[in-house]
Protein backbone atom coordinates (compact mmCIF):
# COMPACT_ATOMS: atom_id res chain seq x y z
CA UNK A 1 0.00 0.00 0.00
CA UNK A 2 3.24 2.01 0.03
CA UNK A 3 2.63 3.24 3.78
CA UNK A 4 3.95 2.18 6.94
CA UNK A 5 0.95 1.60 9.24
CA UNK A 6 -0.39 -0.36 6.40
CA UNK A 7 1.50 -3.43 7.80
CA UNK A 8 -0.23 -2.45 11.10
CA UNK A 9 -3.32 -3.50 9.97
CA UNK A 10 -6.02 -6.11 10.75
CA UNK A 11 -8.71 -7.80 8.58
CA UNK A 12 -10.75 -8.54 11.22
CA UNK A 13 -13.65 -10.54 9.58
CA UNK A 14 -16.84 -11.39 11.14
CA UNK A 15 -20.25 -13.83 10.61
CA UNK A 16 -23.69 -13.55 9.51
CA UNK A 17 -26.43 -12.70 12.63
CA UNK A 18 -30.15 -13.72 11.14
CA UNK A 19 -32.99 -12.88 12.91
CA UNK A 20 -34.70 -16.18 13.97
CA UNK A 21 -37.37 -15.72 11.34
CA UNK A 22 -35.13 -15.16 8.26
CA UNK A 23 -31.04 -13.68 7.35
CA UNK A 24 -30.87 -10.39 7.06
CA UNK A 25 -30.39 -9.30 3.50
CA UNK A 26 -29.82 -5.61 1.94
CA UNK A 27 -31.52 -6.75 -1.08
CA UNK A 28 -34.35 -8.11 -0.35
CA UNK A 29 -34.77 -5.00 2.28
CA UNK A 30 -34.42 -7.08 5.07
CA UNK A 31 -32.28 -4.32 7.15
CA UNK A 32 -31.90 -3.57 10.89
CA UNK A 33 -30.73 -0.95 12.30
CA UNK A 34 -28.75 -0.91 14.93
CA UNK A 35 -29.99 2.52 17.01
CA UNK A 36 -33.64 0.39 16.39
CA UNK A 37 -32.16 -2.78 17.98
CA UNK A 38 -30.92 -0.80 20.83
CA UNK A 39 -34.44 1.17 21.19
CA UNK A 40 -36.29 -2.34 21.42
CA UNK A 41 -33.48 -3.54 23.81
CA UNK A 42 -34.48 -1.05 26.18
CA UNK A 43 -37.69 -1.11 25.84
CA UNK A 44 -38.19 -4.33 26.41
CA UNK A 45 -35.89 -4.98 29.11
CA UNK A 46 -38.16 -2.32 30.73
CA UNK A 47 -40.57 -4.16 30.59
CA UNK A 48 -39.39 -7.02 32.41
CA UNK A 49 -37.55 -5.13 35.14
CA UNK A 50 -40.93 -3.89 35.53
CA UNK A 51 -41.86 -6.95 36.52
CA UNK A 52 -38.99 -8.31 38.13
CA UNK A 53 -38.57 -5.27 40.42
CA UNK A 54 -41.20 -2.45 40.05
CA UNK A 55 -40.12 -0.57 42.91
CA UNK A 56 -36.57 -0.01 41.31
CA UNK A 57 -34.95 3.50 41.42
CA UNK A 58 -33.84 4.79 38.38
CA UNK A 59 -35.77 2.15 36.37
CA UNK A 60 -35.03 3.92 33.12
CA UNK A 61 -31.54 4.51 33.17
CA UNK A 62 -30.93 0.82 34.58
CA UNK A 63 -33.43 -0.77 31.53
CA UNK A 64 -31.42 1.52 29.33
CA UNK A 65 -27.58 -0.11 30.18
CA UNK A 66 -29.39 -3.55 30.44
CA UNK A 67 -30.53 -3.49 27.33
CA UNK A 68 -28.05 -2.21 25.44
CA UNK A 69 -25.34 -4.28 27.20
CA UNK A 70 -27.21 -7.62 26.18
CA UNK A 71 -26.34 -6.09 22.80
CA UNK A 72 -23.42 -5.64 23.09
CA UNK A 73 -22.50 -9.25 25.10
CA UNK A 74 -24.60 -11.53 23.03
CA UNK A 75 -22.72 -9.87 20.01
CA UNK A 76 -19.07 -10.90 21.63
CA UNK A 77 -20.21 -14.06 22.95
CA UNK A 78 -19.28 -16.20 20.06
CA UNK A 79 -16.45 -16.62 17.66
CA UNK A 80 -16.80 -13.05 15.65
CA UNK A 81 -16.40 -15.17 12.32
CA UNK A 82 -19.40 -17.84 13.49
CA UNK A 83 -22.92 -17.49 11.96
CA UNK A 84 -25.96 -16.98 14.82
CA UNK A 85 -29.19 -16.24 15.09
CA UNK A 86 -30.22 -12.93 17.19
CA UNK A 87 -32.91 -14.23 19.74
CA UNK A 88 -34.53 -11.01 22.07
CA UNK A 89 -35.70 -13.94 24.50
CA UNK A 90 -32.41 -15.17 24.73
CA UNK A 91 -30.85 -11.91 24.46
CA UNK A 92 -32.76 -10.51 27.72
CA UNK A 93 -33.14 -13.33 29.45
CA UNK A 94 -32.05 -13.11 33.19
CA UNK A 95 -30.75 -16.49 33.30
CA UNK A 96 -27.94 -18.44 31.04
CA UNK A 97 -25.50 -17.34 28.95
CA UNK A 98 -26.42 -13.50 28.56
CA UNK A 99 -25.34 -9.79 29.35
CA UNK A 100 -28.37 -9.54 31.97
CA UNK A 101 -27.17 -12.19 34.05
CA UNK A 102 -23.76 -11.18 34.12
CA UNK A 103 -25.61 -7.68 35.64
CA UNK A 104 -27.51 -9.38 37.49
CA UNK A 105 -24.37 -11.30 39.52
CA UNK A 106 -22.84 -7.94 39.84
CA UNK A 107 -25.20 -6.06 41.12
CA UNK A 108 -25.58 -9.10 43.73
CA UNK A 109 -21.76 -8.84 44.72
CA UNK A 110 -22.57 -4.87 45.37
CA UNK A 111 -25.67 -5.52 47.37
CA UNK A 112 -23.70 -7.81 49.28
CA UNK A 113 -21.04 -5.00 50.10
CA UNK A 114 -23.33 -3.06 51.25
CA UNK A 115 -25.04 -5.06 53.69
CA UNK A 116 -21.94 -5.69 54.78
CA UNK A 117 -21.36 -1.81 55.94
CA UNK A 118 -17.79 -1.95 56.75
CA UNK A 119 -14.53 -1.24 55.07
CA UNK A 120 -13.46 -5.09 53.29
CA UNK A 121 -10.04 -5.84 55.14
CA UNK A 122 -7.79 -7.53 52.78
CA UNK A 123 -5.88 -9.39 55.85
CA UNK A 124 -7.70 -12.27 56.38
CA UNK A 125 -7.12 -15.83 56.76
CA UNK A 126 -8.34 -17.78 53.86
CA UNK A 127 -7.49 -21.12 55.47
CA UNK A 128 -11.39 -20.88 56.68
CA UNK A 129 -12.55 -21.28 53.34
CA UNK A 130 -12.76 -25.03 52.88
CA UNK A 131 -15.46 -25.23 51.02
CA UNK A 132 -15.62 -26.55 47.15
CA UNK A 133 -17.72 -23.55 46.26
CA UNK A 134 -15.15 -20.95 47.34
CA UNK A 135 -12.64 -22.77 45.80
CA UNK A 136 -13.95 -22.70 42.23
CA UNK A 137 -14.81 -19.22 42.64
CA UNK A 138 -10.95 -18.92 43.63
CA UNK A 139 -9.32 -20.93 40.95
CA UNK A 140 -12.03 -19.67 37.89
CA UNK A 141 -10.43 -15.89 39.71
CA UNK A 142 -7.43 -17.43 37.97
CA UNK A 143 -8.26 -17.35 34.29
CA UNK A 144 -9.10 -13.46 34.16
CA UNK A 145 -5.30 -12.80 32.97
CA UNK A 146 -5.55 -15.43 30.19
CA UNK A 147 -8.93 -14.33 28.98
CA UNK A 148 -7.86 -10.84 28.72
CA UNK A 149 -4.42 -11.68 26.71
CA UNK A 150 -6.66 -14.27 24.51
CA UNK A 151 -9.02 -11.56 23.41
CA UNK A 152 -5.92 -8.98 22.82
CA UNK A 153 -3.94 -11.59 20.92
CA UNK A 154 -6.40 -13.08 18.99
CA UNK A 155 -8.82 -10.40 18.55
CA UNK A 156 -11.74 -12.19 19.59
CA UNK A 157 -13.45 -10.47 23.14
CA UNK A 158 -15.63 -13.68 23.29
CA UNK A 159 -13.06 -14.91 25.82
CA UNK A 160 -13.72 -12.45 27.90
CA UNK A 161 -17.82 -12.55 27.63
CA UNK A 162 -17.42 -16.51 27.98
CA UNK A 163 -15.00 -16.11 31.48
CA UNK A 164 -17.10 -13.48 32.99
CA UNK A 165 -20.47 -15.78 32.36
CA UNK A 166 -18.57 -18.45 33.72
CA UNK A 167 -17.53 -16.64 36.89
CA UNK A 168 -20.60 -15.03 37.50
CA UNK A 169 -22.08 -18.96 37.52
CA UNK A 170 -19.66 -20.14 39.80
CA UNK A 171 -20.11 -17.04 42.35
CA UNK A 172 -23.82 -17.97 41.90
CA UNK A 173 -23.11 -21.15 42.96
CA UNK A 174 -20.50 -20.35 46.35
CA UNK A 175 -23.81 -17.56 47.24
CA UNK A 176 -26.56 -20.01 47.21
CA UNK A 177 -24.41 -22.29 49.22
CA UNK A 178 -22.59 -20.36 51.64
CA UNK A 179 -23.69 -18.01 53.82
CA UNK A 180 -21.49 -15.15 53.48
CA UNK A 181 -22.39 -12.62 56.31
CA UNK A 182 -22.37 -14.99 58.97
CA UNK A 183 -21.56 -14.99 62.85
CA UNK A 184 -17.92 -16.42 62.81
CA UNK A 185 -16.04 -13.36 61.76
CA UNK A 186 -13.16 -14.70 60.03
CA UNK A 187 -15.45 -17.02 57.68
CA UNK A 188 -17.39 -13.79 56.86
CA UNK A 189 -13.88 -11.52 56.13
CA UNK A 190 -12.61 -13.99 53.85
CA UNK A 191 -16.72 -14.43 52.20
CA UNK A 192 -17.04 -10.81 51.96
CA UNK A 193 -13.03 -10.27 50.33
CA UNK A 194 -13.66 -13.26 48.21
CA UNK A 195 -17.25 -11.14 46.83
CA UNK A 196 -14.97 -7.94 46.46
CA UNK A 197 -12.64 -9.57 44.16
CA UNK A 198 -15.58 -11.30 41.81
CA UNK A 199 -17.33 -7.90 42.30
CA UNK A 200 -13.62 -6.03 40.72
CA UNK A 201 -13.13 -8.51 38.01
CA UNK A 202 -16.94 -8.45 36.84
CA UNK A 203 -17.15 -4.94 36.71
CA UNK A 204 -13.57 -4.79 35.03
CA UNK A 205 -14.53 -7.56 32.60
CA UNK A 206 -17.58 -5.75 31.76
CA UNK A 207 -15.87 -2.75 30.70
CA UNK A 208 -13.56 -4.04 28.77
CA UNK A 209 -16.27 -5.07 26.93
CA UNK A 210 -18.22 -1.54 26.55
CA UNK A 211 -20.56 -2.53 28.93
CA UNK A 212 -22.23 -0.38 31.60
CA UNK A 213 -22.38 -2.21 35.34
CA UNK A 214 -26.01 -1.07 37.33
CA UNK A 215 -25.12 -1.71 41.28
CA UNK A 216 -28.93 -2.23 41.26
CA UNK A 217 -31.12 -3.93 39.06
Not at 6 to 35: N, P, Q, W
Not at 84 to 104: A, R
Not at 111 to 140: M, P, Q
Not at 178 to 189: H, R, T
Request: charged fraction near 30%.
Amino acid sequence: MGYDWAYDCVHIMFGTVSLEDGALATRKGRVVFLEDVLKKAIEKTTEIINERNPNLENKEEVAKQVGIGAVIFQELFNNRIKDYMFSWDKTLSFEGETGPYVQYTYARTCSLLRKAGTDIDDNVDYSVLTDKESFNVIRKLEGFKSAVLGSHDKYEPFFITRYIVSLAQEFNRFYHECPILVEDEEVKKARLLLTKTVNTVLKKGMELLGMETPEKM
